[in-house]
């Protein structure tokens, strides 16, 4: 059996009014989730499968060229991730694979999929959808197509048969995942994939856990669970030293919270010492959760970045967000990286419930004081399935459940609304714009930026992330 795996293009995404200055995360990494779907089934059943992946973002296919593969490939089974603010693009490709492919059947999975499981089965050209880890159900699914009855025994699957859609439930969340294969990158053209802050190309990311304890209220991950799940240490270093085989040294590590457990952080920095990889990573990390020793580790070890979750300049509005940090926890994890010689991303919101025109303002200050390498600042989006999302229909500030209203009729003119009671829009995309100038415009912050630049090549990656600045 022919299966195919789609990254969709990337043209119609509901980023609204947020601009991506720092551009790590968009359209420039592998598509894990399809890439450990792949690994599995290759593991698993690679006698009886066909597995092919197509990332046509990184391709930079358009739908024509992607539709010519597609009829090259003539696949039996097309499985997509769905993301809502991608939904568009899943819906135009799925469109092209039943007129390019008509016999194939549409699996579509993912966060979108997780949340709105009958909505998304109702899209045009859908045949299954996968909630939930989407692993070991597609496998099932793809060995067991064509007898329903075996179909409605495996959990995490939502399909109709006899005129019926079928629950089979949630499947239980993989607890060892170092039984999991590393994903399947060979499948993928990998030494096109880069990041804007990479000092070394080509870039990969990487899972090293799933699910995280806190309770941020503008969380949109619900597919992976509150339960942290973990690798070894020695699974994680294993899978560096595959890609380092590749030619892959740099790592942008995708957990939602890297330092949850501080005593596998030091586990795994110890292995990538004793087996003397000379790679580089970022993580992501949470403020009250680093401490100077940890942090020399981790930079001893070859970490070059820590993206941070700081989120707002005021205690009031981290504790709207329950972030459960304060702001003396964020000068201090800052000052510490620092020292330790690890450049930081900080993570900013504007818009957050009871946010006012001051207190935005109060943000951009901290974030000057602060003086992070990188700004990462968006409006806050109440993503479906966040509790702000949830205190929004109960206080009567979204007048309907627009995302649901959009997952049951996707349209292109569908625009992602914010916690307007405070600011407007247009208020809101103003004072995102000056936050942008305000810091990265400072001669100090150019200055720094320059007398680190490496090659005329990062000088020119640079020089187009400010122009970008300069436009808004």
């Known amino acids: 059996m022919k299966v195919l795996l789609i990254n969709p293009p990337s043209e119609q995404e509901l980023i609204g009014n947020n601009p991506a200055i720092i551009e790590e995360e968009r359209g420039y990494n592998p598509p894990l989730g399809l890439l450990y779907v792949a690994a599995y089934?290759?593991?698993?059943?690679?006698?009886?499968?066909?597995?092919?992946?197509?990332?046509?973002?990184?391709?930079?296919?358009?739908?024509?060229?992607?539709?010519?593969?597609?009829?090259?490939?003539?696949?039996?089974?097309?499985?997509?991730?769905?993301?809502?603010?991608?939904?568009?693009?899943?819906?135009?490709?799925?469109?092209?694979?039943k007129a390019h492919a008509p016999q194939a059947r549409v699996v579509v999975g993912g966060p979108h999929a997780h949340l709105f499981p009958a909505e998304t089965l109702s899209l045009p050209g859908v045949d299954f959808v996968v909630i939930?880890?989407?692993?070991?159900?597609?496998?099932?699914?793809?060995?067991?197509?064509?007898?329903?009855?075996?179909?409605?025994?495996?959990?995490?699957?939502?399909?109709?048969?006899?005129?019926?859609?079928?629950?089979?439930?949630?499947?239980?969340?993989?607890?060892?995942?170092?039984?999991?294969?590393?994903?399947?990158?060979?499948?993928?053209?990998?030494?096109?994939?880069?990041?804007?802050?990479?000092?070394?190309?080509?870039?990969?990311?990487?899972?090293?856990?799933?699910?995280?304890?806190?309770?941020?209220?503008?969380?949109?991950?619900?597919?992976?669970?509150?339960?942290?799940?973990?690798?070894?240490?020695?699974?994680?270093?294993?899978?560096?030293?595959?890609?380092?085989?590749?030619?892959?040294?740099?790592?942008?590590?995708?957990?939602?919270?890297?330092?949850?457990?501080?005593?596998?952080?030091?586990?795994?920095?110890?292995?990538?010492?004793?087996?003397?990889?000379?790679?580089?990573?970022?993580?992501?990390?949470?403020?009250?959760?680093?401490?100077?020793?940890?942090?020399?580790?981790?930079?001893?070890?070859?970490?070059?970045?820590?993206?941070?979750?700081?989120?707002?300049?005021?205690e009031k509005i981290l504790k709207v967000l329950n972030k459960g940090i304060t702001l003396p926890q964020v000068q201090n994890a800052f000052k510490w990286t620092k020292k330790a010689g690890i450049e930081t991303l900080a993570y900013f919101m504007i818009g957050s419930p009871t946010e006012t025109r001051e207190d935005i303002l109060q943000t951009i200050r901290f974030a000057e004081r602060l003086d992070p390498d990188y700004v990462h600042i968006t409006i806050l989006t109440p993503f479906p399935g966040t509790q702000i999302y949830f205190d929004g229909l109960a206080q009567g500030v979204f007048t309907e459940d627009f995302w649901q209203k959009f997952a049951a009729d996707p349209t292109p003119n569908f625009v992602p609304r914010y916690w307007e009671q405070e600011l407007s829009t247009a208020e809101l995309i103003t004072m995102l714009n000056q936050a942008y100038k305000r810091f990265y415009l400072r001669p100090r912050y150019i200055w720094k930026r320059l007398t680190r630049v490496r090659s005329l090549r990062e000088l020119a990656r640079k020089a187009h992330a400010g122009i970008k600045v300069l436009r808004l």
Request: with cysteine; charged share 25%; proline share 4%.
């Open 132 to 314: 939930g880890e989407g692993e070991e159900a597609f496998y099932q699914l793809v060995q067991h197509l064509d007898t329903p009855e075996q179909l409605a025994q495996i959990r995490g699957l939502v399909f109709r048969h006899a005129g019926q859609i079928v629950k089979t439930g949630a499947a239980a969340m993989i607890q060892d995942l170092d039984s999991l294969p590393f994903p399947a990158r060979h499948l993928t053209p990998y030494q096109k994939y880069s990041s804007l802050l990479a000092r070394r190309n080509p870039i990969t990311t990487m899972f090293t856990s799933r699910g995280c304890p806190f309770r941020c209220a503008f969380c949109d991950r619900p597919h992976l669970g509150k339960r942290f799940r973990a690798r070894s240490p020695q699974n994680v270093v294993d899978e560096m030293a595959a890609c380092v085989n590749l030619g892959i040294y740099e790592f942008l590590i995708y957990d939602d919270t890297f330092t949850v457990d501080r005593k596998r952080v030091l586990g795994i920095c110890e292995e990538i010492r004793q087996r003397k990889l000379d790679i580089g990573w970022d993580i992501r990390a949470r403020v009250d959760t680093v401490d100077e020793s940890l942090l020399a580790a981790l930079r001893a070890a070859g970490c070059e970045r820590i993206h941070y979750g700081v989120e707002a300049g005021t």
């Open 41 to 97: 089934l290759e593991s698993h059943a690679a006698r009886e499968h066909e597995v092919t992946v197509i990332d046509a973002q990184v391709e930079e296919l358009s739908y024509t060229q992607l539709a010519e593969r597609i009829k090259q490939i003539a696949p039996d089974v097309v499985g997509l991730t769905a993301m809502t603010f991608t939904l568009l693009d899943v819906i135009h490709t799925i469109q092209v694979v």
